[in-house]
C-alpha cells in the first residue's frame, strides 16, 4: 500500500482534526498517485519509523506550476497559509533547494476514511 508521508510532526494535530485534506509534492505524481486510491497517510522522517494517523482515499490529483496554485489549495495544503510565496518557501526547506513559481508541483486531495471502530480522524470512542 501506498503512503502519503509526513515528515513534520507539526501536521498530526492538522491531519487528526481534517483541517489538512491535501498535500503539494514537487514534481508530477500523476503517475504515482491516482483518484479512487486508497493509502495510508503517516507522519515521520525517511528512513525511521512513521506512525500511521489514518487510511484515506484520494479524491484528486492535479497537476500544474506552482504559480498556478489556487487558495484553496494552499490552505487545504496548510491551513497556516495564505499565498503562493508561503508555499514556496516550505516546498524549499522540504526539498533544501530553491524552487522557482513555474516548477511543477502536484496536489493531492484526499480524504479519511473511517474505520469501524474509530469515531473519526483517528479518535477511539469512549466507553461512556
Not at 34 to 59: C, L, P, Y
Not at 65 to 91: G, K, M, W, Y
Request: proline share 5%.
Amino acid at each position: 500500500m501506498l503512503a502519503l508521508n509526513f515528515y513534520s510532526p507539526l501536521f498530526i494535530d492538522q491531519l487528526k482534526r481534517g483541517r489538512k485534506t491535501a498535500t503539494i509534492r514537487l514534481g508530477n505524481k500523476s503517475g504515482k498517485y491516482q483518484r479512487s486510491q486508497v493509502v495510508w497517510v503517516t507522519v515521520g522522517s525517511r528512513h525511521s519509523r512513521r506512525e500511521k494517523i489514518f487510511s484515506a482515499v484520494i479524491d484528486e490529483v492535479e497537476v500544474k506550476r506552482l504559480s498556478e496554485l489556487s487558495p484553496r489549495d494552499i490552505e487545504r495544503d496548510n491551513p497556516e497559509f495564505r499565498r503562493v510565496e508561503e508555499t514556496r518557501d516550505f516546498l524549499e526547506k522540504i526539498y533544501d533547494r530553491p524552487i522557482e513559481e513555474d516548477a511543477i508541483v502536484t496536489v493531492v486531495h484526499f480524504s479519511q476514511i473511517i474505520e469501524p471502530g474509530l469515531t473519526g480522524y483517528g479518535t477511539v470512542p469512549s466507553p461512556n
